[in-house]
């Protein structure tokens, strides 16, 4: 293989991906076993074999990752190793025969760069690693009595390529292809050599450690004092024990604790797990309480607005905004909410923070601006 232009292709394409947003991530540790074919540079002599390999990693954020991976091979050598005589001793023979050993195992630690998209299931990835490559060479010592002989040595190894990712559920998959220059210079099949090209084609498996994190439920209110529940002094409909506004009067819009309802409903607490436009356990116990308001005031009207943070571009917190959104269009009216009295869904993306941030990571991680609201029309 040519390795100087396969390396200049692969440098290339580090080189002019470019980059994209997600704005949620799993950060659990995970283990990364995996299989794989392993293309070896023709001027060792070996023949091509396969690899195992066993990784251990962590999301860094949404688009980064960093891995630490052991990895063994184990070819032997071509037959075109198999037949050269030492000229001075009658049938003796020199260089490297096929039943000789060869292996091959190290470390290495990979960065992956991933460009992830809501609604896809692959996705694909470029990655960028450094690591510690140890050889074991048995070769002809002839005419030392000791042999055959076998080298030993460690060497710098880099690596560069790319793959898909898919999300199948809880375990990930992974189909990667890469080069790997071992700088191994005291090969004895070919010491001209001051280092060596691999191609790695491979699938591999992430595995999560632990469970998912989930939002956390706020905790119950205290049991109401006795009586006070089937009293309502300013006839506001909410019983004394649950009105925190008790001067409040009938003909209002009032909220469950008894005071008046604000003309923006924040339903911030109404959040997706990355990628995905679902509703989690959490946001339904928060949407039901907007429920029981609008089906306690039937003439009130609301917008359902969708909102998002600054990180990211401007066209993808638009279409984030304005899917979640739907979704909570969606859970009112399945809900009896008559659709007649809700404008949108609309999406603002992320035009109308209500706190300006910069539109980096990670200052732009503000819960305050990804919410969503029900305005009073």
């Not at 390396?7 to 949620?24: E, F, P």
């Not at 396969?50 to 063994?72: E, H, I, M, R």
């Not at 009293?231 to 008046?260: F, L, R, T």
């Amino acid at each position: 293989m040519n390795k100087k232009l396969l390396c200049a292709a692969l440098l290339s394409g580090l080189a002019v991906a470019q980059t994209a947003s997600a704005q949620d991530y799993d950060d659990r540790w995970y283990l990364t076993p995996g299989v794989g074919f392993n293309v070896q540079d023709n001027q060792r002599g070996t023949n091509n074999a396969p690899f195992v390999a066993l990784g251990f990693g962590k999301n860094l954020s949404s688009t980064w990752s960093l891995d630490a991976q052991l990895n063994y091979q184990k070819p032997t050598f071509g037959n075109n190793r198999n037949n050269l005589r030492n000229p001075n001793v009658a049938g003796a023979v020199s260089g490297f025969a096929q039943d000789q050993n060869w292996s091959q195992y190290g470390i290495s630690l990979d960065v992956r760069r991933h460009f992830r998209a809501e609604g896809r299931n692959w996705n694909p990835y470029i990655l960028a690693g450094i690591g510690y490559q140890r050889s074991e060479e048995e070769f002809d010592a002839y005419p030392n009595p000791v042999s055959p002989g076998e080298r030993k040595d460690a060497n710098l190894a880099t690596k560069i390529g790319g793959g898909l990712e898919g999300d199948l559920g809880p375990v990930r998959t992974r189909l990667e292809l890469a080069y790997r220059m071992d700088f191994d210079d005291t090969s004895v099949a070919n010491p001209d050599e001051s280092w060596f090209g691999d191609v790695l084609a491979s699938v591999g498996f992430v595995i999560p450690l632990g469970q998912e994190a989930v939002a956390e439920v706020p905790d119950a209110p205290p049991p109401p004092a006795p009586n006070c529940a089937d009293k309502d002094s300013d006839g506001d409909g909410v019983n004394d024990c649950n009105d925190k506004c008790p001067n409040s009067q009938a003909g209002e819009a009032i909220g469950p604790d008894g005071c008046k309802v604000a003309i923006a409903i924040d339903l911030k607490g109404v959040n997706f797990d990355f990628d995905k436009a679902t509703l989690r356990p959490d946001a339904v116990a928060i949407l039901n309480e907007a429920v029981e308001i609008l089906k306690r005031y039937p003439d009130l009207k609301v917008e359902v607005a969708g909102h998002t943070d600054l990180c990211g571009n401007d066209g993808y917190n638009q279409s984030l905004s304005q899917r979640r959104s739907q979704t909570v269009y969606d859970y009112l009216t399945s809900n009896g909410i008559d659709s007649s009295r809700l404008a949108g869904p609309n999406g603002y993306g992320e035009s109308r923070p209500l706190v300006q941030t910069e539109q980096t990571s990670p200052a732009c991680r503000n819960e305050t601006n990804r919410r969503t609201e029900l305005n009073v029309q």
